[in-house]
């Protein structure tokens, strides 16, 4: 159920945007063809037909953030047994999603967010929209928030029971960097504590450098959303 009041943004707005745009042209471009003779009806026809795939494309997105991402956020927390006094950091917390979530989910324990606010990579994505969520949806008292890289973070070592992080490691442009924070999220866990990580693409690569830190890894299963995910833990070996 999506909570009263609570809004989690745009993914990629600009991308979203740019679909719908592509799809508006294509689809008067077509209409305009068809108009012309019968060879323009013709094209005209296939050129509104391929402009519905960006709609739909665009489509899936906003309901993704409009309704799905609250039944994403239950399909990745409910990978846990949780206790409820579990230390826990979301990489990438953007408005809250999973930071919020799992707050909803500890009674004696607590969630840090950390994120560098890019709003290209989400609508809104500022550490005020972060906190009314938390505010909305009971947890304020729960969660703490940092403007922090994923591959330079301040934490120390062994910090956290549950590291989480959605649609964010894939912002990293280099594979040098994407791995470095891969090393990061193992060592701010504490020996057993366990990593989920979703996202897009670039899956098989994060669990290579999952598994070469000597982590027990999961074969990545597929949530029903789009972008289409692939969600995988990474448990850190007891020293």
């Known amino acids: 159920m999506t909570p009263t009041g609570a809004s989690y943004g745009l993914d990629a707005p600009g991308t979203v945007l740019a679909l719908l745009i592509g799809a508006t042209l294509g689809l008067l471009s077509g209409l305009a063809l068809a108009a012309t003779s019968t060879h323009g009806r013709l094209v005209g026809a296939g050129l509104a037909l391929v402009a519905t795939i960006p709609l739909g494309q665009s489509v899936l997105m906003l309901d993704y953030a409009g309704r799905r991402k609250f039944q994403v956020r239950d399909r990745i927390l409910d990978s846990i047994a949780w206790r409820g006094d579990e230390q826990v950091l979301d ?7 999973l930071l919020i979530g799992a707050a909803k989910r500890l009674q004696t324990g607590s969630a840090v967010g950390i994120d560098i606010w890019r709003r290209k990579d989400l609508s809104g994505n500022v550490a ?112």
């Open 91 to 97: 990489i990438g917390t953007g408005r809250g999603l």
């Open 128 to 239: 005020g929209a972060t906190l009314r969520n938390a505010e909305v949806e009971g947890v304020l008292t729960r969660v703490r928030l940092r403007s922090e890289d994923a591959r330079e973070m301040s934490f120390g070592n062994g910090s956290f029971d549950v590291v989480v992080s959605n649609l964010c490691l894939h912002n990293i442009r280099s594979a040098e960097g994407r791995q470095r924070a891969c090393v990061e999220i193992v060592r701010v866990l504490k020996p057993g504590g366990v990593a989920l990580i979703s996202d897009y693409t670039r899956i098989d690569e994060y669990t290579a450098a999952f598994t070469r830190t000597g982590c027990i890894v999961t074969s990545p299963v597929r949530i029903n959303c789009f972008p289409p995910l692939r969600l995988f833990s990474a448990r850190r070996v007891r020293d």
